[in-house]
């Protein structure tokens, strides 16, 4: 028998970078998490020990920090530089994986250099390069969303393991997870997270949802209909149920007042959503862990 290696990467993975910009006392900062993985020829290492191609998980660890130093936009042009450096440096290095997630900070009390936690969610950035095509898939997670009402599931088969009531009025709540996948790189990419995110937030809201399925396409097609940037889009999203608390042990009723938030179980429901004939690779999507 003999063993062939087909796909492989290797790098140094979730790199927290925390760059302090101090040109004046108002300092900002970016906080990062970053992950560098090259591809390209690196049979001899896997094969005979031969480490004449491997460029050091260290050396791609301090490439990482050293370029920090320099400046970091967004993340997604941070990732790219990573790449051209990478795949110009090294003959060998034809594409890779590079990742970002960012924390967001925002001043205490419009402080100059004291700063909390804030964004509730967090934003997240891909870049897959293989050899000149280049895929950025941006997104966010831990965005936690509900509409108290303007929510329904209805209409579902019934068989003799059902017990779930029908309703045209219920709680909707989860966590949007969600990524989407670029037409180019060369995008304002600061401006369009907000956007897409706005757009996502204002889609959750806008229509009745008859299930959460439905408000994932709700919330895709306003950003593939008001994004052009934009060619797919992919959510995974728990149904974070609220049950209704039966008060009358207690002679109290109880109209859509009180509700148990249950941690789990949970529904999850996740899909993703093109621009008809978007010409996205799905290979893009493959080692993005889970769904989404
Ligand atoms: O929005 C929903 N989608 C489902 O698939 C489902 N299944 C379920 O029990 N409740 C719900 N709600």
Redesign the pocket.
């Known amino acids: 028998m003999t063993t062939v290696l087909t796909d492989n990467q290797y790098g140094k993975a979730e790199n927290r970078v925390v760059r302090v910009s101090r040109d004046t006392d108002r300092h900002d900062i970016i906080d990062l998490n970053v992950t560098s993985q090259l591809r390209g020829d690196f049979d001899a290492a896997h094969y005979e020990g031969d480490n004449s191609h491997v460029v050091a998980t260290d050396t791609q660890k301090n490439t990482i920090f050293a370029f920090a130093r320099e400046e970091i936009t967004s993340p997604e042009a941070f990732l790219l530089k990573l790449a051209d450096h990478f795949t110009s440096s090294f003959d060998w290095v034809t594409g890779g994986r590079w990742a970002a997630e960012e924390f967001g900070w925002s001043r205490i009390n419009d402080h100059d250099h004291t700063f909390v936690r804030s964004a509730p969610e967090t934003r997240t950035a891909v870049l897959v390069r293989d050899g000149d095509r280049d895929t950025m898939i941006s997104g966010f997670y831990g965005l936690t969303v509900m509409k108290t009402t303007a ?1 329904g ?1 209805a209409g ?1 088969p019934k068989d003799k393991y059902t017990t ?1 009531q029908e309703t045209d009025d219920r709680i ?1 709540a989860t966590d949007i997870a969600t990524r989407w996948v670029y037409t180019g790189t060369d995008l304002d990419f600061d401006a369009l997270y907000d956007a897409v995110k706005a757009t996502i937030l204002d889609g959750f809201g806008k229509e009745y ?7 994932l396409f709700q919330m895709a097609s306003a950003v593939l209909d008001n994004h052009p940037q934009v060619e797919q889009i992919r959510f995974s999203c728990p ?1 974070k ?1 609220h049950f209704l608390s039966d008060l009358a042990f207690c002679g109290l009723d109880n109209p859509g007042v009180v509700f148990y938030a249950a941690d789990r179980p949970y ?1 999850l ?1 996740e899909a993703t959503f093109a621009r008809e004939g978007s010409s996205a690779s799905a290979d893009a999507w493959t080692g993005i862990a889970g769904f989404c």
């Open positions: 929510s599931f579902y779930l909707l949802s008859k299930a959460l399925q439905e408000t149904n149920h529904g429901i």
